[in-house]
């Protein structure tokens, strides 16, 4: 029997099969080979193959190859996790304040959606706390990317529709840091489902984390026994894989070679660049992208964040579980030169948010 896996520990994984029944699954072997390595193996949205067994339970026997993963590099278990699977779309909730809005976070998210080949969807729900000029300004800069932006209250019901509307028939992942309040955007898109609210701690104003593990939370049309889902898009109805409130995204296992390419301002330039695809766009003299993050036509607090994801992927990883290859050859060092530069042109704002990413 087929199913799709709705949420997954070490070695469980509960997994919506055909047939419209949720079983607490084991993997046969403890292990599915494709995925030796990585951290908590099975991936929320997975298409898996389930031999039911006594007890409404069920044994998983095979994985079907993915069309893409959302990802990060876990730190603690030194390996890579795909946190979802199988995806449409991502969103990103932010907040123009409690916490506080911060683009450096949202270009990790879109690197991570571009490299999912999936859109990005840049959520700022809170409108009711107002929305800072700055604030509005990043969010037309994103605009102009191509980045699609919905302005949301949970609590005035503002942009509710037009979310709704994003994520039909869709597998759509929700990330942000905690307290951004994607469980009260979720509880008003589909009352009923009631996800577990927290108060953002006044302390750190970083929020609790009450959301512990990626879970997809399936609504309207997947709710109905009589059509159960079989993996087709079309059956979709909405699915959304909620994500653990993020405080910090490292991103390791992406080649640093193909990082250019999930800015789109900087993929438009590639082709353009001298030193091909073997520029870093970091120091090269003479780099158009490099070019353009100075005369400011790519904005340079994105540049910033590219240098930045740059430095971490260029850095050596040490992969604690054997098995696993190091997928992007980390080849270069970085000069501070150009981040220096880049840095007095503007950015100084966001510096100060540095420290949690
Ligand atoms: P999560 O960690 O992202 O799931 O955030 P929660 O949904 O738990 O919300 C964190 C806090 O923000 C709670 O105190 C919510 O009541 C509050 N909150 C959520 N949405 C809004 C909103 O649109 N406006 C305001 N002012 N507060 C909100």
């Known amino acids: 029997m087929k199913g799709t896996v709705v949420s997954s520990t070490n070695n469980t994984a509960r997994v919506l099969c055909d047939d419209g029944a949720t079983r607490l699954c084991s993997i046969k072997g403890k292990r599915i080979k494709s995925l030796a390595g990585t951290y908590n193996g099975l991936a929320v949205g997975d298409f898996v ?8 339970k069920g044994m998983i026997t095979a994985l079907q190859t993915r069309r893409n993963t959302f990802g990060r590099y876990n730190e603690k278990g030194k390996a890579e996790q795909a946190i979802a ?3 449409d779309r991502v969103f990103c909730v932010t907040s123009p304040h409690l916490p506080p809005f911060r683009p450096r976070f949202i270009d990790r998210l879109a690197v991570l959606a571009e490299w999912a080949r999936v859109p990005f969807v840049i959520v700022l729900n809170k409108t009711d706390l107002g929305v800072p000029e700055d604030v509005a300004e990043r969010l037309h800069d994103y605009e102009a990317l191509g980045y699609r932006v919905v302005r949301t209250c949970a609590r ?10 994003l994520l039909q028939n869709q597998v759509g992942v929700f990330a942000g840091q905690s307290g951004v309040g994607k469980s009260s955007l979720l ?3 589909f009352p009923g489902i009631k996800r577990r609210t927290g108060e953002v701690s006044e302390k750190y104003d970083r929020g609790k984390h009450t959301t512990t593990m990626a879970e997809m939370i399936l609504a309207e049309a997947s709710f109905n026994a009589e059509a159960p889902f079989s993996g087709g898009a079309a059956e979709a109805g909405v699915r959304i894989i909620d994500t653990p409130g993020i405080r910090r995204l490292a991103l390791r296992s992406l080649p640093a070679a193909d990082l250019a390419s999930c800015f789109p301002e900087m993929q438009a330039l590639i082709s353009d660049c001298a030193y091909g695809s073997k520029c870093s766009h970091t120091d090269e003299e003479g780099c158009v992208v490099r070019e353009a993050a100075e005369e400011g036509t790519i904005h340079a607090d994105r540049y910033e964040s590219y ?4 430095e971490e992927l260029d850095q050596p990883i040490v992969w604690k579980k054997s098995g696993v290859r190091d997928p992007g050859r980390r080849e270069r060092g970085l000069s501070g030169k150009v981040r220096t530069k880049i840095r007095g042109s503007g950015s100084a704002d966001l510096e100060e948010h540095d420290a949690l990413f």
């Not at 193959?49 to 006594?54: D, L, Q």
């Not at 240098?307 to 740059?310: A, E, F, S, T």
């Open 187 to 189: 509880n008003t898109l």
């Open 156 to 165: 005035s019901g503002e942009g509710i529709d037009e979310l709704r509307e």
């Open 49 to 56: 193959e389930v031999s039911p067994t006594e007890g409404g």
């Open 85 to 87: 699977a199988n995806i």
């Open 307 to 310: 240098l930045r994801i740059r």
